[in-house]
């Protein structure tokens, strides 16, 4: 795969490989910003990049392809605390990258000040639909979460997303920043794709990154979007979804086709003023 849509300016950047970037930005530990843009915005993001960051490249490769499969219990008690903003919330999910079929198993635990704690093991891709070779791995860690009784809990195979990566490293503020475009979400009933959209992920220590005050000089402000909640949401209207209801009623307005996963795209988003700006501006100097 390569760098998606992102093009020469992509291509104009240095690259990282994945055990420097782990070494130098693991942040298991961190705070996330969120966005969402039309592609095209995010496109004149990357342009407008720090000239010293670096983009992960693998094998030649710097677009990935990621597959999670998201675990709930049947009364979806993991999405519904997350609707509720409950302090010990948690997700669950395997993630395989596709081009390598490298497979974790993964927990995102809310810390503390709204930042957020991953802990993963190592996984066998084959048993990616299944917790049951990991259970003493979540057991151990919903009991450090403060749910002693989580191995009482019975988890399902819930939302499966697929989505494409591009990941920069920024060594001013040692952070990193994700692209991800593609996004499809979809259960055994139903399938939303769009891809006319994009989510930036800022993942940062405790300072904003400059991609983050980039994307704020241009009139993007974070919101709240999760992968597993908001998508779920968009697939049943029924759930809460007062925390992404922004992000669904403006950004998304989601239709959804039964069964199948067939492209559906979200209405093109109404053209920002600074969508020009950041593509017009010079390098932006704090």
Known sequence: MS????????????????AELLERALLQTRMDRKYVLPVAAARALVGRLPADTRVLEIAGERGFGYRSLYFDTPDLVSYRMAARRRRRRFKVRTRLYEQ?????????????RNSTVKERLPYDPRDRDTLAPGR???????????????HRLTFLPTLTTRYDRVTFY?????????????LLWEDTERALRLPDMAVVETKTGSSPSEADRLLWRAGYRPVRISKYATGLAALHPHLPDAPWRRVL???????????????????????HRSDVVMADRGPAHD
């Open 3 to 18: 760098g998606g849509p992102f093009g020469a300016a992509l291509d104009a950047l240095p690259p990282i490989d994945l």
């Open 100 to 112: 390598s079929d490298e497979c974790w198993l993964e927990i995102k635990t809310a810390g503390l």
């Open 136 to 150: 003493p791995f979540l057991d151990a860690a919903l009991a450090e979460l403060g749910l002693p009784d989580g």
């Open 170 to 182: 920024l060594p001013g503020t040692g952070s990193r920043v994700t692209l991800d475009t593609d």
């Open 249 to 271: 009623r403006r950004e998304l307005t989601p239709r959804v086709r039964q069964r199948r996963p067939e492209a559906v795209s979200a209405p093109a988003p109404s053209p």
